[in-house]
């Protein structure tokens, strides 16, 4: 009964290749997000998609490229793998709007990315 | 933009005892939300305690209370009775009620409990 799922939670790959990270969240939430922690810790938003629409894209860099099939999956495809792209990777949930403006996120395991 | 700080790295306190994290945030706002997050050694982000901005009174779970100054955009966690379990890093964040519902967090604190 796991709320906000993240596949894989470690993943190990050379510079240079391509990987894809998988979220699903089965708690009915119309928004969903990915959100990057680096080696100090310091968590920061890349993306968000409500109703499977982007609707945050903060400056990240084009590589990478996420994608909602529906609002249950929010998955992050990566390309052209970078050292600086090692970090862990969290993905979140939430329902948004109307009255559920206090509601908070879910987050998941988060997936660790190594680049060697 | 909003902004959320942590001027504390790292605390220390001794089980049993109470300790208090602090959090300060910018907004130009007057709506919004703070949360306090935990993530211990297994990486989870685990909530903690939330407030909504328009609510005067001090959020309290259990043994964690927040002390809410919205005046001095001050939101600081005060854990009561530590327990071993308490270690972890706490990270404040602030949500807008406007646009995009992000989190912007600040730079966590490391809290380790003596035993």
């Known amino acids: 009964d796991t709320a906000v799922s993240q596949t894989p939670k470690y993943l190990v790959t050379q510079m240079g290749n391509d990987k894809s990270i998988k979220c699903e969240q089965n708690l009915g939430h119309d928004t969903m997000y990915w959100y990057k922690q680096d080696s100090k810790k310091f968590l920061k938003i890349m993306f968000s998609y409500n109703n499977k629409e982007l609707i945050i894209n903060e400056t990240v860099p084009n590589r990478f490229s996420p994608k909602s099939p529906d609002k249950a999956h929010l998955n992050l495809h990566i390309n052209s793998l970078e050292l600086g792209d090692s970090a862990v990777y969290f993905c979140a949930s939430s329902r948004t709007g109307g009255g559920y403006s206090n509601q908070p996120q879910h987050f998941g395991d988060g997936t660790r990315l190594s680049i060697l | 933009a909003q902004t959320v700080t942590q001027s504390q790295p790292e605390m220390s306190v001794q089980e049993a005892e109470t300790v208090t994290l602090s959090c300060t945030y910018d907004t130009s706002e007057s709506d919004y939300y703070l949360f306090w997050y935990k993530q211990p050694p297994s990486r989870q982000m685990i909530l903690v305690i939330r407030?909504?901005?328009?609510?005067?009174q001090n959020a309290t779970e259990n043994r964690f209370s927040v002390n809410f100054q919205k005046a001095a955009k001050s939101f600081s966690l005060k854990i009561s009775d530590s327990q071993l379990g308490d270690a972890a890093m706490y990270f404040c964040a602030y949500r807008s009620n406007f646009g995009n519902e992000k989190l912007t967090f600040g730079t966590g604190t490391r809290l380790t409990i003596i035993p």
């Open positions: 407030q909504e901005a328009y609510k005067q």
